[in-house]
C-alpha cells in the first residue's frame, strides 16, 4: 500500500468554497486595515490642528495679557497725573499759594522785602 492510498481525497467543491472563504477573509481584513487607517490620519490631523489652534489662543493671550498689564500702568500714571494736576488746580485757586509761587519763581517782593538769590551749587573754591 502506497502514501497515496492512505490520503483520501477533499472534494472540489469544499475546496472551492474554502478558497472563497478566505479570499473574503482576505479582503475584510485589507477593508478593515484601510479604514483604520483613514481614521488614524483623519485623528492625527484634527488633534494637530487643536494643537496648532490652541498654541497661537495661548501666543495671543500672552500678548493681549502684557498689552493690558502695560494699559494697567498707563492708567495708573496718568491717575497719579490727575490727582496731581487737580491739587495744583485747587492751589491755584488760592490767592495766598499763587504769590508765594510769584516770590519764589519771579522774584516778586512785599513792600519793604529784599529778595537775595542764594545759588544751589557749592563754590568750586
Same mark, same amino acid.
Given at each position: 500500500m502506497s502514501h497515496e492510498d492512505?490520503?483520501?481525497k477533499l472534494h472540489p467543491g469544499y475546496m472551492q468554497q474554502h478558497?472563497?472563504?478566505?479570499?473574503?477573509?482576505?479582503?475584510?481584513?485589507?477593508?478593515l486595515m484601510r479604514r483604520l487607517v /483613514?481614521?488614524?490620519?483623519?485623528? !492625527? &490631523?484634527?488633534?494637530?490642528?487643536?494643537i496648532t489652534y490652541h498654541l497661537?489662543?495661548?501666543d495671543l493671550q500672552a500678548e493681549k495679557k502684557q498689552q493690558y498689564e502695560e494699559m494697567e500702568d498707563t492708567l495708573t500714571s496718568l491717575k497719579k497725573?490727575?490727582?496731581? /494736576?487737580?491739587e495744583e488746580i485747587? !492751589? &491755584?485757586?488760592?490767592?495766598?499759594?499763587?504769590?508765594?509761587i510769584a516770590r519764589t519763581n519771579y522774584f516778586f517782593s512785599k513792600?519793604?522785602?529784599l529778595i537775595f538769590k542764594i545759588p544751589d551749587e557749592e563754590p568750586s573754591y
Open positions: 492512505k490520503v483520501s478558497h472563497a472563504y478566505v479570499q473574503r477573509q482576505k479582503r475584510r481584513k485589507q477593508r /483613514l481614521v488614524s490620519i483623519i485623528t !492625527l &490631523l484634527a488633534v494637530g490642528t487643536m497661537k489662543q495661548r497725573q490727575e490727582e496731581n /494736576l487737580t485747587n !492751589l &491755584l485757586q488760592d490767592d495766598e499759594y499763587v504769590l508765594e513792600k519793604g522785602e
